[in-house]
């Protein structure tokens, strides 16, 4: 097919294609603001990137994506990624209410903030109530995000919170995924958020849950009837301290549970798991009492279960001075499977 310019100089024959044909072909562009520069192609052109299903803005100034959402004409909005360093807590609270109304899919969030601006005092991230929204992905860079205190998020399915500073009480997340709130809820990963002390979940919806990086996390609560597959990795302040660190997990559809951390087990509650078939632990070869404890807290644990098909375990140990090599064993009815990993500086 000939798209080209007429030779009586009229316009180009790709114009004259339906709307609904140049809008795919600007969704294949996979930039909003190149999708935009298109309207110097005809007059025909200065609408259409408006009326995109799906928005990417890839290293954009965060104070021009308030802008394009405002001028957004799409009567729904299938897809919104934003890319942006350096934004401000204002900024991102200005555009993204504006966001939340026209979501009716998913929105990808990531701020690149200067590692010494991690450490100023700054205002929070008001997060809106994404009411249509089916995935939230938020990577803030530690800016401080306020949760919404009521609303619900009815159609969510996936939520990932990453690199975030909690602002105000951490008792606040367990309420925003809680089944009232969030009864759509199947996947949860929330990784490196600081300020969250204390988490309780309770969700008759969840499938799958993974907690990375909650250093200061004191006292988890897990209650899901339908979860399937746990992971709990580098979590806990005080895992010493029974009275400091408290986990109490009710699931009994849980079939997998990766638990790496240094627990007391007498701090821990597991209600019955009928069906777990995988549990994933660590061990220590090292020296010290730390790495004693810590092989002592697994192998507690493990005794707790008197049937699994599949052991996942990983060995750290030293090869030579300074350098930790790692072993990962996985060991089931079938048969024992081993990959090394690479050495790494302590």
């Known amino acids: 097919m000939d798209l080209s310019y ?51 803005f ?22 919104l990624f934003a890319h942006t360093k350096d934004s401000s807590p204002e900024s991102l609270s200005a555009w993204l209410p504006i966001a939340a109304r026209g979501l009716s899919g998913a929105i990808y969030l990531e701020v690149v903030r200067r590692e010494a601006d991690t450490e100023e005092e700054i205002g929070a991230v008001d997060l809106p109530c994404f009411g249509k929204a089916t995935t939230i992905m938020l ?55 600081r300020g969250l002390d204390s988490f309780n979940i309770h969700s008759d919806s969840l499938l799958r849950m993974e907690l990375w990086g ?28 029974p009275d400091l660190s408290v986990t109490n997990i009710s699931a009994p559809q849980l079939m997998t549970l990766k638990w790496k951390n240094v627990n007391d087990p007498s701090s821990i509650q597991l209600n019955k798991m009928m069906r777990l078939k995988t549990l994933g632990i660590e061990l220590f070869i090292l020296e010290g009492e730390e790495a004693f404890e ?10 707790r279960f008197e049937r699994i098909h599949t052991l996942d375990l990983m060995i750290y140990y030293l090869q030579e001075k300074g350098m930790r090599s790692t072993d990962h064993f996985s060991m089931g009815t079938g048969g024992c499977r081993e990959s090394r990993h690479p050495p790494v500086g302590e």
């Open 294 to 303: 810590h092989n002592h807290y697994c192998m507690t644990l493990l005794r």
């Open 6 to 56: 007429g030779d009586d100089g009229g316009e180009d024959r790709l114009s004259a294609l339906p709307d609904d044909l140049l809008i795919q072909i600007l969704v294949l562009v996979d930039d909003a603001a190149a999708a935009a520069r298109t309207s110097i192609l005809a007059s025909r052109w200065r609408r259409l990137w408006a009326l995109l299903p799906e928005l990417r």
């Open 139 to 193: 990577k803030l860079g530690f800016l401080p995000l306020a949760l919404p205190p009521s609303g619900v998020f009815a159609r969510l399915g996936d939520l990932q919170l990453v690199d975030i500073q909690l602002h105000g009480q951490s008792s606040g997340l367990g309420d925003l995924l809680s089944s009232q709130r969030c009864p759509s809820l199947r996947c949860l990963l929330v990784r490196d958020v």
């Open 58 to 79: 890839a290293s954009i100034e965060h104070h021009r994506i308030g802008a394009a959402l405002a001028a957004h004409e799409a009567p729904d909005l299938s897809l």
């Open 214 to 241: 909650l250093q200061h996390l004191n006292q988890l609560t897990v209650m899901a009837p339908a979860l399937e597959w746990l992971k709990v990795i580098n979590c806990f302040t005080d895992p010493l301290n």
